[in-house]
Nanobody, 122 residues
Framework: QVQLVESGGGLVQPGGSLRLSCAAS????????MGWYRQAPGKQRELVAA???????NYADSVKGRFTISRDNAKNMVYLRMNRLKPEDTAVYYC????????????????WGQGTQVTVSS
C-alpha cells in the first residue's frame, strides 16, 4: 500500500500561481506512476496531469502550457505547479498513484490522497 497526502491548496486570484505537493509513504515510490486529478462541484473527476515512474509527463489540454507536474523520487514527492490560474481551475485536487500507467491516465490508479482545495477567484 501507498499513502498519499496533498498540500498546497488555497485561494488565489486569477492569473496567480500555486504549487501543490503530494507526499507518498508506505511503499516504494519511485516505481509508481503518479497523477493529479481534480473534481469541481457538479462535475466529473478529470485527469489534470500524470507522470511516469521515469519522469515523463502528460497533461490535459485545458492545462497544457500552464501546469507542470514533476517528481522527486529521493523525497517521495510529486508536485503540480499551476501558473496563470483561471476560475475554471477551481476544484478539489487529488493525488493519484498506481504501478500501472494506463490506469493512472485513463480512470485513476488504485491509490488516492484526501484532496486539497484550490479556489481561483477575485
Amino acid at each position: 500500500q501507498v499513502q498519499l497526502v496533498e498540500s498546497g491548496g488555497g485561494l488565489v486570484q486569477p492569473g496567480g500561481s500555486l504549487r501543490l505537493s503530494c507526499a507518498a509513504s508506505g511503499s516504494p515510490f519511485s516505481i509508481y506512476a503518479m497523477g493529479w486529478y481534480r473534481q469541481a462541484p457538479g462535475k466529473q473527476r478529470e485527469l489534470v496531469a500524470a507522470i511516469t515512474s521515469g519522469g515523463l509527463p502528460n497533461y490535459a489540454d485545458s492545462v497544457k502550457g500552464r501546469f507542470t507536474i514533476s517528481r522527486d523520487n529521493a523525497k517521495n514527492m510529486v508536485y503540480l505547479r499551476m501558473n496563470r490560474l483561471k476560475p475554471e481551475d477551481t476544484a478539489v485536487y487529488y493525488c493519484n498513484a498506481d504501478l500501472n500507467w494506463s490506469k493512472v491516465i485513463i480512470m485513476g490508479g488504485d491509490y488516492w490522497g484526501q484532496g486539497t482545495q484550490v479556489t481561483v477567484s477575485s
